[in-house]
């Protein structure tokens, strides 16, 4: 049966694999199934705010398990998420904020400083507090049944490098299309590891993330340092046993100009 709403991609797999791994960084990492369970507890918190339905959220995201519970934890709630960097400028922060109109900015503990720097904006939710909701199944469900196809998933703003700040709107038809195709054209399966290098909130890493939820495969969270020392990051790609890249060029450029491959 044809998907309509991208939230399905990690239910489905949940249910067929939902002890495999999914999403791991150097802290630890989250199965399909522990996955679901926090974002359906997150869910349940966004959902009960007044306001937000088929709403923008924000989320302050770093490259973690945390960060990818937090945005599926926005879908099911019946929302779309606003990835914000964590490390940008507040200024640009409020830029993006004003512009979108916000409902809530989910936050992860270790983000606290600059989520209260932000807390004039739209209600703080923070991510570690709302998982220990007991999921409201039928509230979810609900919510679901009120999303169409046409409706968005998320919203990724521009660099900004020529002049404000522009959000694209992503919505669930466009991933639920894209996303099959392209596992199928790069033969993606639950057997591969991705590599993931992009930040969450440049579209690049919508590949890994959806694919990663599409496919059961497992998805390694690169931490950003390794990409200063190619010899660290050609052994770390080897330790966690990665099938597959999906890298900005440059991003590439630095392995194979060394002939890592």
């Given amino acids: 049966m044809p998907m309509t709403n991208a939230a399905e991609y990690l239910e489905r797999t949940a249910a067929r694999v ?6 791991s960084d150097a802290s630890g990492s989250l199965t399909f199934g522990q996955l679901l369970t926090r974002a359906r507890a997150l869910g349940t918190v966004l959902a009960g705010l007044p306001g937000c ?17 937090a ?11 606003v990835p914000i960097d964590e490390q940008m400028p507040e ?25 209260e720097r932000l807390a004039d904006c739209a209600p703080l939710v923070c991510l570690e507090e709302a998982e220990k909701t007991v999921p409201d199944n039928a509230l979810l469900q609900a919510r679901r049944e009120q999303i169409i196809d046409l409706d968005p998933v998320y919203l990724l703003f521009t660099s900004g490098s020529t002049g404000t700040p522009k959000g694209v709107v992503v919505c669930h038809r466009n991933v639920c299309e894209f996303i099959p195709c392209f596992a199928e054209t ?3 399966t639950e057997k591969d590891v991705l590599a993931n290098q992009a930040p969450f909130d440049f579209d690049v890493s919508v590949k890994d993330i959806y694919s990663t939820l599409k496919t059961g495969a497992t998805m390694q969270i690169i931490p950003k340092k390794f990409f200063s020392f190619p010899t660290k990051l050609l052994d770390y790609l080897v330790e966690r046993e990665v ?4 890298w900005a060029v440059s991003a590439l450029c630095i392995i194979s100009t060394l002939k890592g491959f």
Avoid: W
């Fill in 243 to 246: 099938t597959t890249l999906i």
């Fill in 91 to 115: 200024a640009r922060m409020r830029r993006i904020l004003a512009q979108v109109h916000a409902r809530a900015i989910v936050f992860p503990e270790a983000c606290r400083p600059q989520a």
């Fill in 18 to 23: 939902p002890d495999k791994v999914a999403f």
């Fill in 71 to 81: 945005l599926q934890g926005v879908l099911q709630s019946g929302n779309y998420y």
């Fill in 186 to 188: 790069f033969a993606i």
């Fill in 53 to 69: 339905k088929n709403a923008p959220v924000a989320v302050l995201t770093g490259r973690t398990v945390q960060s990818v519970a």
